[in-house]
T-cell receptor, first 114, second 114 residues
Framework: AQSVTQLDSQVPVFEEAPVELRCNYS??????LFWYVQYPNQGLQLLLK??????LVKGINGFEAEFNKSQTSFHLRKPSVHISDTAEYFC????????????FGGGTRLMVKP | DGGITQSPKYLFRKEGQNVTLSCEQN?????MYWYRQDPGQGLRLIYY???????QKGDIAEGYSVSREKKESFPLTVTSAQKNPTAFYLC?????????????FGEGSRLTVL
């Protein structure tokens, strides 16, 4: 079985400040990791994904994430946020033993303040 | 453009009425999914289907029904048996082989029961 924990339900941050959204997972098999973003009243959009290879993954809108196998983490970072980054962010994991079904974390609401 | 189309985007219904939400995809994906999202909460899986004429219950299937008569279509019916149907509903699809679990989402349907 797999599980995903997003440690912060809300993260307030000022515009142009750096941000880190934390994600930890639990799995007994090799994993694939994803971050999705959801703007109000919209569907989820893929930000980035880790499948294999380099542990530092770059995504859209200036976001990046680092896969840390020993700490079972996949934290999302951005060096300088904009007001337009205000949204809900979801971490998700799939694995070979789970039929490639995605398991989602509870989400983190990023609130960027001017 | 390939994608997933959900309709309607907003729907109001009286208590006790059945409601059907449409989901169509032209991505040629094998699998389709329905999720429910409540304010401030993550995604909960209602039903999924990996092949035409077959589907499986997710975590919260009670009060819902689905059909998969065509590969492109996966409608969701919210029945009068669903105790609290007001929510945001998201449809998604994925490929099964080589997709690593990545989901592609529609824009969502917001159902309000009066």
């Amino acid at each position: 079985a797999q599980s995903v924990t997003q440690l912060d339900s809300q993260v307030p941050v000022f515009e142009e400040a750096p941000v880190e959204l934390r994600c930890n997972y639990s799995s007994s098999v090799s994993v694939y990791l994803f971050w999705y973003v959801q703007y109000p009243n919209q569907g989820l959009q893929l930000l980035l994904k880790y499948l294999s290879g380099s542990t530092l993954v770059k995504g859209i809108n200036g976001f990046e994430a680092e896969f840390n196998k020993s700490q079972t983490s996949f934290h999302l970072r951005k060096p300088s946020v904009h007001i337009s980054d205000t949204a809900e962010y979801f971490c998700a994991v799939s694995g070979l033993g789970a039929g490639n079904m995605l398991t989602f974390g509870g989400g983190t609401r990023l609130m960027v303040k001017p | 453009d390939g994608g997933i189309t959900q309709s309607p985007k907003y729907l109001f219904r009286k208590e006790g009425q059945n409601v059907t939400l449409s989901c169509e995809q032209n991505l040629n994906h094998d699998a389709m999914y329905w999720y429910r999202q409540d304010p401030g909460q993550g995604l909960r899986l209602i039903y999924y289907s990996q092949i035409v004429n077959d589907f499986q219950k997710g975590d919260i299937a009670e009060g819902y029904s689905v059909s998969r008569e065509k590969k492109e279509s996966f409608p969701l019916t919210v029945t009068s048996a669903q105790k609290n149907p007001t929510a945001f509903y998201l449809c998604a699809s994925s490929i099964l082989s080589g997709g690593y679990g990545e989901l592609f989402f529609g824009e969502g349907s917001r159902l309000t029961v009066l």
